[in-house]
């Protein structure tokens, strides 16, 4: 590797260091984060953090499969529709374990999503409405 493209990583790496926060880098910093985040609130942190990651996983395993199909020729077959099946139960059990972290009842986040689409979309999807929302439609 050239001398260059060195000092190129080392001054970037140097940035990513410099603009990274207290909790990302230092173990205690990360301790008190969860401290703080449970005498503040009702959030329940270990469970927030199993849901987390377990959604970026489990979805990107769900997403390895589309992606085999779609790019690289994988048939949709019975066993691709059951593993993928397997994986959206995965996403379940995160999404509830979120649910419950937050102490969110999983039908009201369900029926708020679906008022939050219906007041965006009305009775049919208009992609001008996907991409100009109003504000405060998140």
Known sequence: ??????????????????????????????????????????????RLLTAALGLGSETGEFVEIVKKMFLQGKPPSEENIFHMKRELGDIMWYWVTACASLGLDPYEVISENQEKLAARYGEKFEVERSEVRKEGDL
């Open 1 to 46: 590797m050239s001398e260059e493209i060195k000092k190129f990583f080392k001054t970037y790496t140097d940035f990513v260091t410099k603009v990274t926060s207290d909790p990302s880098m230092d173990l205690e910093s990360l301790k008190q984060s969860f401290i703080d985040i449970e005498k503040n609130s009702d959030i329940k942190t270990p």
